[in-house]
């Protein structure tokens, strides 16, 4: 394998091993949009959009010379018959196909080998943005759910005021209807004391 082709195999793997962290239950949303925001991953994501551009091309590139050189070798157009005629011919030109057949096999390894890095190098962009946005959504969930709990607790403590006010004024009520009562019925008293005064004179003038 050449250098450039171990470089983006490399690179495979090591977004591979990205996307497995990223999917699996390691760390919380928070904690992956904590580091996505730090200190060095902002001051890279102000160029991030220019490096996964030139990161695509290039990957694209490798992958439209894996696609050239797979339909360079793969219109040799040799099977089992053409390989049985190369043995009575000799041995020089069946080297010659074995040859073909193994750069046609290293063009098919290099199209998929660039084909997947391609492919997980969008697959780890959506993620980190579907990663920070669930991130952002938790915290706005959190934040109305105390603001809803601050809400409740606001209300029960204004309704147990009413309550308390209510019952004070009924208390009041109560208290007034009582001293009513307790007049008029001083009232009545009065009036039968005179009442029973006005017939004993009577009786004594009888």
């Not at 030139?54 to 990957?59: G, T």
């Not at 750069?103 to 190098?121: D, E, K, T």
């Not at 607790?153 to 004024?169: C, F, M, P, V, Y």
Request: with cysteine.
């Amino acid at each position: 394998m050449s250098l450039q082709w171990t470089l983006i195999a490399g690179f495979l793997y090591i977004e591979i091993a990205i996307v497995l962290l990223l999917v699996l239950p390691v760390a919380s949303p928070r904690r992956w949009n904590s580091l996505f925001k730090s200190k060095f991953l902002q001051g890279l994501q102000r160029q991030a959009g220019i490096y996964f551009l030139i990161l695509l091309a290039i990957l694209v590139l490798f992958l439209l010379d894996a696609i050239r050189e797979m339909r360079k070798y793969s219109n040799l157009g040799y099977c089992f018959l053409d390989i049985l005629e190369a043995e009575e011919h000799g041995h020089a030109h069946l080297d010659r196909e074995m040859q073909g057949s193994m750069r046609l096999f290293r063009a098919q390894r290099n199209f998929y080998i660039s084909g997947f890095a391609l492919f997980l190098s969008l697959v780890i962009r959506r993620l980190v943005i579907l990663i920070s946005a669930q991130a952002t959504l938790q915290a706005q969930s959190e934040a109305s759910m105390r603001q809803a709990q601050s809400a409740t607790t606001a209300a029960k403590s204004l309704l147990a005021q009413r309550g308390e006010i209510e019952q004070n004024d009924s208390n009041e009520a109560h208290d007034k209807e009582v001293t009513a009562l307790k007049t008029k019925i001083g009232e009545l008293e009065d009036e039968l004391k005179l009442e029973k005064k006005d017939k004993s004179a009577v009786k004594q003038q009888a």
